[in-house]
């Protein structure tokens, strides 16, 4: 398949892995990039800028094939060293980021300096088209039904994609609620060209996580995740457990008083303990509604294949079968 966004990362088929905090390790992007995807490292997982210039070293001895780095803009007042962060990926020769969480505005000059593609994620059309303006050469267009951040505008794909596709002159592709064939058939008719995938790529044999976890992805059902910290207009999606059952009673209790300090116990440090060591009921950790779509856990390449096939047959066969003409 070819697109605009397999022509400007030079990658086979149009699917990316998102960045995913504990997850998106050298093992899942090397994975993703060898069956002819868009695998990326999560910058911020890497304590330090020589942790990450690490681990894109790692990815490299893995893989041959174009991966990216993901940079994730926190909303906090401590900032990591991002400049520090952003000369690790051009000097170990990566040139595609995906940005997340705020605009990357202020990192715009440096990245396009050093000839790094720029994908920047985001929840709405007013952010993409300022993506846009700013010099990106592809947006993530993240709809509500997403894992991690969907913002605060809980607009779904059916109604976001077509509405990016109208304002839209850079290629965009569709993230949240991406599971197989369907979902990339799906974006294409709605405008994207590609899909981005963060849950689904979870349950895959090589997703460096405990297995608790991938486990708890197929068992799952889509009526299981939950939204937290809407109070702090830090919307998340999650999977339920019972931290997350605490934190929403925390919640309706503080009300329009909730601090960030009253959820530490359920939302700060839990990902090394959900994803190392498999304690499910930790805290809150991200995962999409697709979850309910989710039913094995088969290799990268196995799914990747799996979804090519699967739209393939789609356009090919369901779609154009519609379009045959009706005998007189
Ligand atoms: C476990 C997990 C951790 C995530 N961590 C990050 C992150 O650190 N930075 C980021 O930009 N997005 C993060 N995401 C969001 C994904 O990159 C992606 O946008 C999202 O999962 C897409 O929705 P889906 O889960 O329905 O596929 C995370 C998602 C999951 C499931």
Redesign the pocket.
């Known amino acids: 398949m070819k697109t605009r966004i397999t022509e400007l990362f030079g990658i086979r088929h149009p699917i990316i892995q998102?960045?995913?905090?504990y997850?998106g390790f050298a093992e899942l992007a090397a994975a993703v990039s060898n069956a002819g995807g868009l695998g990326l490292i999560?910058g911020?997982t890497q304590k330090t800028p020589e942790l990450l210039a690490k681990e894109i070293r790692r990815c490299r001895e893995m893989t041959d094939q174009p991966f990216g780095v993901?940079l994730?803009f926190l909303p906090t007042l401590a900032s990591p060293p991002y400049p520090e962060y952003i000369a690790a990926i051009v000097e170990g020769g990566v040139r595609i980021v995906?940005t997340?969480?705020r605009s990357p505005e202020a990192y715009m000059p440096a990245l396009k300096k050093a000839g790094v593609k720029v994908i920047h994620?985001c929840t709405s059309v007013r952010h993409a088209l300022k993506a846009e303006a700013i010099g990106c050469d592809a947006v993530?267009v993240?709809g509500f039904?997403?894992?991690?951040?969907p913002g605060e505008d809980d607009l779904p794909n059916m109604i976001l994609l077509p509405r990016a596709a109208e304002e839209l002159k850079i290629p965009f592709v569709a993230?949240?609620?991406?599971a197989d064939g369907r979902s990339l058939v799906a974006a294409l008719a709605l405008g994207a060209e590609g899909m981005?995938?963060?849950?689904?790529f979870?349950a895959t044999q090589e997703a460096p996580v405990h297995q608790n976890v991938k486990d708890a992805i197929v068992t799952a059902t889509e009526l299981d995740t939950r939204l937290v910290m809407r109070g702090l207009r830090n919307t998340e999606r999650v999977l339920t457990n019972s931290a997350v059952e605490q934190l929403i009673e925390i919640e309706k209790a503080r009300g329009a008083d909730l601090k960030f300090d009253d959820i530490m116990e359920q939302v700060a440090g839990v990902y090394p303990r959900v994803m190392v060591e498999g304690q499910m009921d930790a805290g809150a950790?991200?995962?999409?509604?697709?979850v309910g779509l989710i039913r094995d856990i088969p290799t990268v390449q196995e799914l990747i294949d799996r979804i090519m096939d699967e739209a393939d047959q789609l356009i090919t066969q369901r779609l154009a079968g519609f379009l045959e003409s009706v005998p007189a």
């Open positions: 998102g960045g995913m905090h997850v999560t911020l993901n994730t995906e997340a969480g994620k993530s993240d039904e997403c894992g991690g951040h993230s949240g609620g991406m981005n995938m963060g849950t689904r979870v950790w991200s995962c999409g509604m697709v």
